[in-house]
């Protein structure tokens, strides 16, 4: 009996959490590189998910058996019951503590078992519009494809009810009066799992913070406050748009367009400069066309002109490279030259069939995706050329009165005022003089970088702002924003500490913002083509949720951001910023290390939660291990990996600091890098062009971290 006390004993060990968080990573990191690999070879992404996060065990060569997520989650469970009954400490200081464990072991149990009970069924039922009728209703196992042996009927089983869940995936014509709905049924008894889980762990979270933190903190002020305060803002940003069926309908005509004109696009009333810097955007990734020597321009030209020369002068445009081609095999199927970026209407007008059969092919093959999206272009091209792309309201209309002018004039003025490249120059030459001021120690600079600082939150909140009000939604939507706000939350930091903080660290500044610029710098000349206002899949565009889970993922990137740059400067500094007989808690660059390492990892927890949320509703399901997901899902298992080692003191201090300088690489990765795969339902946030930027960065910073580590003495305290 002693013994196997001691052996469910040593299961508790924060040894053996350690090494159960080292397998998760690696397992998602190869389960994502397995999606991405199977995709590419023409093969749906759900092989690789379910041989990594739908098993028990991974057979190497057919005989070796590795655990696989499954497998893992059971020894994961294990381990956290263990530790509740042996290890986690008592009391009600501890109660958060004990209830966000308790929801894991909820939640690894119950998704383990639930996975095992959940049944998946494909339905189908016959509609007769004229009558406005569904009938016939009937469902069947996924593995009956001649639909023979229906295992339920009826009408009733369309209504969402506890245990099944019934998702509409569209409808195909069979006759004149007829069509065929199709569904997909599950049944899922343990649906609710994830949301017990969500609950218990904001609930331990909460507690801990209230009992554990606050309770030893004689301040008054409530961060937590704040910040909710700030996502309830966010979230008043509902989604509204303007619609063409709101427009009547004798007030579209065709006539000369200006940038301000209102056009109508696919439903959607946008100004003319918006429509065609999104348009050439599509076409070619950029806003602007540079002229080559053999074109009938010179110089840059403004999108809005190549979308009037297409209409008005086609003989002379087909010949401009609009058309950026991605891949080279795609390039010598259309028997273009290989080297070859970029391509005319003209090269590819004698290819417009061959276009049509590729893009029609039903696989996800890279070369099959890019030629869809460059005959969908193609079209949009023609669609211009043949005046039938958009309609202009006519600015005669009695009825122009329904357009919000003042909202598309915002617009255009978004555009000429350049917020983007105005705050990357004030955060760039504020990072200037806050380099200059550690060399020099003066006030004067000092001030002067902080006031830059300020300026340059006070231009991006502004910008941010701005898009709000034109977009009618919250701008979070896609990577530029995204990037964007990170780098707006990284200078407010800033900002907030020279404002408000009496002893604030001044060496931090000048690496919190050249992050920051760099991101600037990121939205602007890479990611520059998500500043155009584009229609936004309807999917992003549906749920507060969605807003709230984008706003907390990005407050908990920043904070991983901030954590991986305060490692940085503790390495820097050496045994004066780390724990020593003088100082046994480590200076407070070291305390605000652990402190914005927590908060970017609880933030990042909470965003993945309220993004598995609003996943359930938009999508049908809680999670599917797609690679975005896997992404958060490694940001989180690296910051519980490095606060369990601190824990444990399986690490030093120096150790800690060492390991969190990998922080903001991995956050890049997990945030930029699974996006370049272009696999699952997050790959619409793909940026071709942000690779080199991205792998730039990973080898500098990999470069500064080695000097780091070597420049660091070994800590001999700990």
């Given at each position: 009996m002693k013994k196997i006390s001691s052996f469910i004993y040593r299961l508790s060990s924060l040894k053996f959490t350690a090494v159960l968080l080292v397998a998760f990573l690696l397992l998602t990191f190869w389960g994502v590189l397995a999606q991405a690999n199977v995709e590419s070879a023409g093969y749906s992404a759900s092989i690789a998910v379910d041989r990594f996060f739908g098993s028990y065990f991974i057979w190497i060569l057919g005989v070796v058996p590795l655990p696989a997520f499954k497998g893992l989650a059971l020894l994961a469970a294990v381990n956290v019951a263990a530790s509740l009954a042996f290890r986690m400490p008592r009391g009600l200081k501890n109660a958060g503590l004990w209830l966000m464990h308790i929801a894991l072991l909820v939640l690894l149990v119950g998704g383990v078992a639930g996975s095992e009970i959940k049944r998946e069924y494909n339905g189908f039922a016959t509609m007769l519009p004229s009558k406005n009728r569904i009938e016939n209703v009937k469902f069947f196992e996924v593995s009956d494809s001649l639909r023979l042996a229906p295992v339920r009927e009826g009408r009733r089983i369309l209504e969402n009810h506890w245990p099944y869940y019934v998702q509409y995936r569209g409808n195909v014509d069979m006759e004149p009066d007829k069509k065929v709905a199709m569904y997909k049924a599950f049944y899922d008894p343990l649906h609710f799992v994830p949301y017990a889980f969500t609950v218990l762990f904001l609930l331990g979270a909460a507690l801990h913070y209230a009992v554990k933190v606050r309770g030893s903190r004689k301040s008054s002020s409530c961060v937590a406050t704040k910040i909710v305060a700030l996502v309830a803002l966010a979230m008043l940003a509902l989604p509204t748009n303007v619609r063409a069926d709101e427009i009547p309908s004798d007030a579209l005509i065709w006539f000369s367009v200006g940038r301000e004109t209102p056009v109508i696009v696919e439903g959607e009333l946008r100004p003319f400069d918006s429509f065609a810097r999104g348009f050439l955007d599509d076409l070619s990734g950029r806003v602007t066309y540079k002229c080559r020597e053999n074109d009938f321009c010179e110089g840059k030209i403004p999108a809005v002109?190549?979308?009037?020369?297409?209409?008005?002068?086609?003989?002379?445009?087909?010949?401009?490279?609009?058309?950026?081609?991605?891949?080279?095999?795609?390039?010598?199927?259309?028997?273009?030259?290989?080297?070859?970026?970029?391509?005319?209407?003209?090269?590819?007008?004698?290819?417009?069939?061959?276009?049509?059969?590729?893009?029609?092919?039903?696989?996800?093959?890279?070369?099959?995706?890019?030629?869809?999206?460059?005959?969908?272009?193609?079209?949009?091209?023609?669609?211009?050329?043949?005046?039938?792309?958009?309609?202009?309201?006519?600015?005669?209309?009695?009825?122009?009165?329904a357009v919000d002018k003042g909202r598309l004039a915002t617009e255009v003025f978004y555009h000429k005022a350049n917020f983007a490249l105005w705050g990357f120059i004030i955060s760039f030459i504020a990072c200037l003089l806050a380099s200059l001021n550690q060399l020099f120690k003066s006030r004067k600079l000092d001030v002067a970088a902080n006031g830059l600082c300020v300026a340059s939150t006070a231009v991006l909140t502004t910008m941010l702002a701005l898009r709000t009000y034109v977009a009618m939604r919250p701008p979070m939507s896609n990577l530029y924003e995204i990037v964007l706000l990170v780098a707006l939350l990284l200078m407010a930091f800033e900002s907030g500490a020279f404002l408000f903080c009496k002893n604030r660290t001044y060496a931090l500044m000048v690496p919190v913002?050249?992050?920051?610029?760099?991101?600037?710098?990121?939205?602007?000349?890479?990611?520059?083509?998500?500043?155009?206002?584009?229609?936004?899949?309807?999917?992003?565009?549906?749920?507060?949720?969605?807003?709230?889970?984008?706003?907390?993922?990005?407050?908990?990137?920043?904070?991983?951001?901030?954590?991986?740059?305060?490692?940085?400067?503790?390495?820097?500094?050496?045994?004066?910023?780390?724990?020593?007989?003088?100082?046994?808690?480590?200076?407070?660059?070291?305390?605000?290390?652990?402190?914005?390492?927590?908060?970017?990892?609880v933030f990042t927890v909470v965003g993945t939660l309220l993004g598995g949320v609003w996943a359930d509703f938009a999508w049908g399901r809680f999670w599917g291990f797609d690679p975005k997901e896997c992404g958060a899902l490694f940001v989180i298992l690296w910051a519980?990996?490095?606060?369990?080692?601190?824990?444990?003191?399986?690490?030093?201090?120096?150790?800690?600091?060492?390991m969190n300088c990998f922080n903001v690489i991995v956050t890049f990765l997990c945030w930029f890098g699974v996006n370049l795969l272009g696999v699952g339902l997050h790959s619409y946030g793909f940026q071709s062009g942000s690779v080199i930027w991205l792998v730039a960065f990973v080898v500098v910073d990999l470069i500064v971290i080695t000097f780091l580590a070597k420049k660091a003495r070994p800590d001999t305290n700990h």
């Open positions: 002109h190549i979308v009037e020369w297409i209409k008005d002068l086609s003989e002379k445009t087909k010949d401009l490279a609009l058309f950026k081609v991605l891949r080279s095999d795609v390039l010598d199927a259309l028997q273009l030259p290989s080297e070859a970026r970029y391509v005319s209407y003209a090269e590819l007008a004698p290819s417009r069939d061959l276009l049509k059969l590729y893009a029609s092919r039903d696989d996800n093959h890279p070369a099959t995706v890019e030629m869809r999206r460059l005959y969908s272009n193609f079209l949009q091209y023609e669609a211009i050329k043949n005046g039938t792309a958009f309609t202009v309201v006519d600015a005669a209309s009695s009825q122009y009165a913002v050249l992050m920051a610029t760099a991101l600037l710098f990121f939205a602007k000349f890479v990611l520059e083509v998500g500043d155009t206002f584009q229609p936004i899949p309807t999917v992003l565009n549906s749920s507060v949720f969605l807003t709230v889970h984008v706003f907390t993922i990005a407050l908990g990137f920043a904070g991983m951001i901030l954590s991986g740059i305060v490692s940085h400067l503790v390495l820097f500094r050496g045994n004066a910023a780390l724990p020593s007989v003088e100082q046994p808690k480590g200076s407070p660059l070291y305390s605000l290390l652990y402190g914005t390492l927590v908060f970017g990892a519980m990996l490095a606060l369990h080692l601190r824990a444990g003191r399986m690490v030093s201090a120096r150790g800690f600091a060492l």
